[in-house]
């Protein structure tokens, strides 16, 4: 399912419906986190459906940046709590 169908869904209690699928879809290990590339694609996802600040770190190629940010514990991988506590 597509994250803008999960959203039209009513699948959107918290307001994250876009970024839980595209953090799904990113997640292409199915490891539960995300490496460097795969952060990657989920902020180019969340840029292109206009969530967040995902566009300006799309525009400024501060990906790396933005990942330590996130990588409350420094484990070189963003778990969807992570993310979601930065909310």
Known sequence: MSALAIAASGYD???LAV?????A?????ASG????AEFKSF???NAQA?????AKI?????YARAFSKV????????SWSEFAAQQ
């Open 71 to 78: 990588d409350a514990d420094k484990n070189e991988s963003v």
């Open 43 to 45: 902020v180019d996802a």
């Open 33 to 36: 986190g995300l490496d460097a």
């Open 25 to 29: 879809t990113a997640d292409a290990d």
């Open 13 to 15: 209690n918290d307001g």
């Open 50 to 54: 206009q969530f967040g600040k995902a």
């Open 58 to 62: 799309q525009k400024r190629g501060a």
């Open 19 to 23: 970024p839980r699928a595209n953090f």
